[in-house]
């Protein structure tokens, strides 16, 4: 694809790049993972929700017989920091094709308590035996090409503090969602880019469960502003993507009683739906 030429010359691979190092945990004992959440990944202070699903995700492909999140769901219960965190596994169920099991990430607060941050359930597959058979009436998001759209180097942070994970990431949004960058906000509740990682390394399925919440948020669109923090996140893996940017497609319906959805589509380079979610988050009203 010619947008795939954009990427840098020295590419990061798999295995071998910034977000490998930075999600990678110790095993200190059967089940019991050690890590030191880094400050790259944070939207003003706090850690960003698919980078820690990402770190969890990790956890879960050691300690469970199959490699690949098939489903992943995620309840945020208090804002993670960077700096040491610990995360425990347990297995729920381990069957021929599919295990389950769930992963808590725990950090200490200012007066030394050991507080739980996120909560996870996932079952867990091997993505290369799924047969190829593919019946679908989704159809990829129509996105300008990359060279057409824009990203955060091109204007003012949107939420103070939040270039960090900017940074790192390879995002070119549709200017059709960029109404509220000109102050002048659709209303439609959509968002869509084009993504990657910074250092050119290749999409996998743990990083598509940070793709899913990389974007800027649709509560944007609507008129609204500042952090929206997610409650509640649920990732599908269907497809190993195929080497190449992303698209990445997100719409809200719905916002009432100060909580919207948000629901994300991500195709590849070779024009198949490789992953979606739904997430519920906060937001800032008046």
Not at 36 to 53: K, M, Q, R
Not at 80 to 106: C, H, I, K
Request: proline fraction near 8%; charged fraction near 20%; hydrophobic fraction near 40%.
């Amino acid at each position: 694809m010619p947008e795939a030429a954009s990427a840098a010359a020295t590419r990061a691979t798999i295995g071998d790049s910034e977000f490998d190092r930075d999600t990678t945990v110790a095993r200190r004992a059967p089940g019991v993972y050690d890590i030191d959440l880094s400050a790259g990944w944070t939207i003003i202070n706090a850690v960003n929700g698919g980078y820690l699903l990402a770190v969890l995700g990790r956890a879960l492909g050691d300690a469970l017989p199959h490699p690949d999140p098939f489903t992943i769901s995620a309840h945020y219960l208090t804002a993670s920091r960077p700096g040491p965190a610990v995360v425990r596994t347990e297995a729920v169920r381990t069957g021929r094709t599919l295990s389950t099991g769930q992963a808590s990430l725990f950090q200490h607060d200012d007066a030394g308590n050991e507080v739980e941050r996120i909560r996870v359930l996932a079952s867990y597959g091997d993505l290369d035996t799924l047969p190829d058979d593919v019946r679908t009436s989704a159809t990829p998001p129509a996105i300008p090409p990359m060279d057409q759209c824009f990203g955060p180097e091109d204007g003012p942070a949107p939420v103070e503090g939040s270039s960090s994970i900017a940074d790192r990431l390879m995002l070119k949004l549709d200017p059709a969602t960029l109404g509220w960058a000109l102050g002048q906000p659709s209303g439609r509740g959509e968002m869509r880019a084009w993504f990657g990682l910074a250092d050119g390394r290749d999409a996998d399925p743990l990083s598509m469960l940070l793709a899913v919440d990389a974007l800027p948020p649709t509560a944007f669109e609507l008129g609204l502003k500042g952090w929206v923090p997610t409650v509640e996140l649920t990732v599908h893996v269907r497809c190993r993507p195929a080497p190449g940017p992303l698209r990445v497609s997100i719409a809200t319906r719905n916002l009432a009683g100060g909580f919207l959805e948000e629901d994300a589509e991500v195709w590849d380079s070779a024009d198949r739906l490789v992953a979606q979610s739904r997430q519920l988050a906060r937001a800032r009203l008046g």
